[in-house]
């Protein structure tokens, strides 16, 4: 059974930083691309970042870009997400996916078929 663990997260004010960590377990996160997603009140898995087991390109969203960071660990088997500089608006419940997207659902949760339980990070004025 795959599963999916993030660690990392927590309480911060605005302008610091953290770092997320996801761990798979009956997976091999070097067969697979990774993305991180967040559940804001608008949407249930908005897209923040991922890289792409081909090549290992990256992407972000516009609202994340410049201030985090993805990055995979394949010896260590986990993943990460570095987030700086961190604004209210990061606020959010974070979500680590893996699977074996199509190049154009990279940034779509439909491209993922393992998630983790989610992680909350709260980012305060």
């Known amino acids: 059974q795959v599963q999916l663990v993030e660690s990392g997260g927590g309480m911060v004010q605005s302008g610091e930083s953290l770092r997320l960590s996801c761990v798979p377990s009956g997976l091999s996160l070097s067969a697979y691309s990774m993305g991180w997603f967040r559940r804001t009140p608008d949407k249930d898995r908005d897209f923040v970042a991922a890289?792409?087991?081909?090549?290992?390109?990256?992407y972000y969203a516009d609202s994340v870009k410049g201030r985090f960071t993805i990055s995979k660990d394949n010896a260590k088997n986990t993943g990460y997400l570095q987030m700086n500089n961190l604004k209210p608006e990061d606020t959010a419940v974070y979500f680590c996916?893996?699977?074996?997207?199509?190049?154009?659902?990279?940034?779509?949760?439909?491209?993922?078929?393992?998630w983790g339980q989610g992680i909350q990070v709260t980012v305060s004025s």
């Open positions: 996916a893996a699977g074996v997207p199509i190049l154009s659902t990279t940034r779509e949760a439909r491209g993922y078929r393992y």
């Open positions: 890289i792409r087991l081909s090549g290992g390109s990256t």
